[in-house]
């Protein structure tokens, strides 16, 4: 399936919501940030689809206001790949886990978590992965400064 197919697919089951293609990146798809746990469930038992293996996901900040959530799906059956994209508000950022549909996005989600700030409400054990348990902030935002790091001037 090409994202135009996987966009169109999910819009015959989801009719009242709308998929279309990222205007940043036309081979990923937008998802409705309110149904993304049905999305993937969706796409990893319907048979034209059957994207049975979770690559990774991951994050790309966007300040002033945005997250882009962006998670890599595989069928070992068809043999397609396709990605897919939630665009979250930066300053409330909350997507529901899909950490109880494949296993390996529990790690996927911590590191997230972690280092975006990005929280994800019904996972199983959502704490730090990489800093420290007192760490304060997400190092991967744009605008967060290391409390020890000394700005030279040029």
Same mark, same amino acid.
């Given at each position: 399936?090409?994202?135009?197919?996987?966009?169109?697919?999910?819009?015959?089951?989801?009719?009242?919501?709308?998929?279309?293609?990222?205007?940043?990146?036309?081979?990923?798809?937008?998802?409705?940030?309110?149904?993304?746990?049905?999305?993937?469930?969706?796409? *990893?038992?319907? #048979?034209?689809?059957?994207?049975? &293996?979770?690559?990774? @996901? !991951?994050?790309?900040? *966007?300040?002033? #206001?945005?997250?882009?959530?962006? &998670?890599?799906?595989? @069928? !070992?059956?068809?043999?397609?790949?396709?990605?897919?994209?939630?665009?979250?508000?930066?300053?409330?950022?909350?997507?529901?886990?899909?950490?109880?549909?494949?296993?390996?996005?529990?790690?996927?989600?911590?590191?997230?978590?972690?280092?975006?700030?990005?929280?994800?409400?019904?996972?199983?054990?959502?704490?730090?992965?990489?800093?420290?348990?007192?760490?304060?902030?997400?190092?991967?935002?744009?605008?967060?400064?290391?409390?020890?790091?000394?700005?030279?001037?040029?």
């Amino acid at each position: 399936m090409t994202p135009g197919e996987f966009a169109a697919h999910l819009g015959e089951q989801y009719s009242e919501h709308k998929f279309s293609l990222d205007e940043l990146n036309e081979e990923c798809v937008l998802l409705p940030l309110e149904i993304v746990p049905q999305c993937f469930e969706f796409l *990893r038992d319907d #048979d034209a689809t059957q994207m049975d &293996y979770f690559d990774f @996901s !991951t994050c790309v900040d *966007r300040p002033p #206001d945005r997250l882009d959530l962006v &998670y890599s799906m595989y @069928s !070992t059956v068809h043999k397609h790949r396709a990605q897919f994209k939630v665009i979250l508000d930066r300053h409330n950022a909350a997507v529901p886990s899909v950490s109880h549909l494949w296993e390996n996005a529990n790690w996927n989600e911590r590191e997230i978590y972690d280092l975006y700030g990005v929280f994800f409400p019904g996972h199983k054990d959502l704490r730090r992965l990489m800093m420290p348990d007192d760490w304060e902030g997400h190092p991967l935002r744009k605008d967060y400064a290391h409390p020890n790091l000394v700005v030279r001037p040029d």
